[in-house]
């Protein structure tokens, strides 16, 4: 199979991870004969540096173009002053917009070996497996106006949170599509006491459940989600949500994982091509030190391999490999028990490698580290 892949680097810790997925997936054309081809465009901090924009239209073009886009993350100190048009973060939230990337879905599996490495206790983490479907081009983060004002002689701040009915349909009707093929229960989370938002959301959700009967659907508010995630992660199959609970309730999930190293992500379009990325940002405090966990952007390769490409068999080898890197004891320091003991980023990509093309190859690994 021939298929481009437009990869965007972005900044920090995001240019690391997106090396250790390509290496992944350049190792998944040998060894199954395929032909991806890797073409780099600018976003971000990077963007801004070299072009002026976080987003230069070059860059658009190429997605656009391409097949499937790879992105690490944007941001870091450097740019924390600039003026809001002039953030890394900027281009991140336009691309999402120019691509119509309505859809993040962000799975949380805890691995068996990894059990140990979450700060919650076994018994809850357990077999945990479930996604969050985040809508990615609405709410609060996209409102206008917002900005600065004076009010009465004093400084006042406005954002603002807006959708339109047809907003929360298609993302309450992705997450109901992939209920259809788990355990067939949605969890709608929302802030329907308060917020007017909310109270449409749930609207929908019973619209779009009345057309889907053989799913289970129930509502709960976000503040109680944050809690039930660690007092019983194991009750959520699907939990679809807007924009902004969204994105703080998947941080909070990837601590049941370990780290926040371990989640990927699949931002789908409603059209073109569909962006993966890791849910993490550019992790300034470990950039550049071959510290980074890049397991969440080659799991989230895996995700470009069957999503984006069918290539079902591909994906799951990918998977397959991480898990048995993790079963044989490798660890980025993220999530590693015993410091002196983590690999790096490169090291661990040289594992997840060497396990895909040889599967079994390294069973016996950990006595190196003995
Ligand atoms: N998708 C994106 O591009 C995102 C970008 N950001 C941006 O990233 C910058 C830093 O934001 P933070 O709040 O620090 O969030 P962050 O997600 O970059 O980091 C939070 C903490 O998790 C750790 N961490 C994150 N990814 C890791 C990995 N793969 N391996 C090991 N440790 C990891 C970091 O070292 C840090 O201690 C900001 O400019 C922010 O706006 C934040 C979130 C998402
Ligand atoms: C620019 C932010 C909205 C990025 C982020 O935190 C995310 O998408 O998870
Ligand atoms: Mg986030």
């Known amino acids: 199979m021939k298929k481009s892949i437009a990869v965007l680097r972005g900044d920090g810790i995001g240019k690391e991870v997106t090396k250790g997925a390509i290496e992944v997936l350049k ?28 987003l230069p239209a070059e860059t658009l073009e190429v997605c656009k173009k391409s097949d499937a886009v790879l992105l690490g993350a944007v941001g870091g100190p450097k740019w924390d002053v600039n003026p809001p048009h002039l953030r ?41 497996d479930f996604v969050i479907v985040r809508e990615l081009t609405g709410g609060l983060y996209f409102g206008k106006p917002s900005g600065r004002k004076i009010d ?47 109270r449409m959301w749930r609207e929908v959700a019973e619209e779009v459940a009345k057309d889907n009967s053989d799913i289970m659907l129930e509502h709960m508010l976000v503040d109680n989600a944050a809690m039930q995630l660690i007092r019983n992660p194991r009750q959520f199959d699907v939990i679809v949500t807007e924009n902004m609970f969204g994105d703080i309730l998947s941080d909070e999930a990837s601590m049941l994982t370990g780290s926040l190293g371990m989640l990927p992500s ?3 379009s409603t059209d073109g091509p569909s962006l993966y990325e890791p849910i993490h940002g550019s ?28 290539l079902e068999e591909e994906a799951t080898a990918v998977e397959r490999a991480v ?47 003995a």
């Open 27 to 54: 190792a998944v054309a040998v060894q199954y004969n395929h032909e991806f081809t890797f073409q780099h465009a600018l976003i971000g901090g990077a963007a801004l540096d070299a072009e002026g924009t976080p």
């Open 283 to 310: 992790a300034p405090d470990i950039a550049g030190k071959n510290l980074a966990n890049p397991i969440a952007t080659i799991l989230s390769a895996a995700m470009l391999l069957r999503l984006s490409f069918g």
């Open 152 to 198: 009465n002689g004093e400084e006042a701040v406005v954002d603002t949170l807006s959708y339109k009915r047809s907003e929360m349909k298609r993302i309450i009707e992705k997450a109901f599509e992939m209920a259809r093929s788990r355990r067939k229960k949605i969890t709608s989370v929302d802030k329907a006491n308060v917020l007017e938002s909310s």
């Open 266 to 268: 699949a931002s789908l």
């Open 88 to 128: 890394p973060e900027k281009g991140l939230l336009q691309i999402r917009k120019e691509l119509n990337l309505y859809a993040n879905v962000r799975p949380v599996t805890c691995y068996n070996s990894l059990l140990d490495s979450s700060p919650l206790k076994k018994e809850i983490i357990e077999n945990v």
């Open 323 to 369: 898990e048995q890197v993790l079963d044989a004891g490798y660890r980025t320091a993220d999530v590693a028990s015993v410091q002196k003991r983590a690999v790096t980023t490169g090291e661990m990509v040289e594992r997840i490698k060497e396990a895909l093309i040889e599967d079994g190859a390294i069973s016996n690994i950990m006595e190196a580290y």
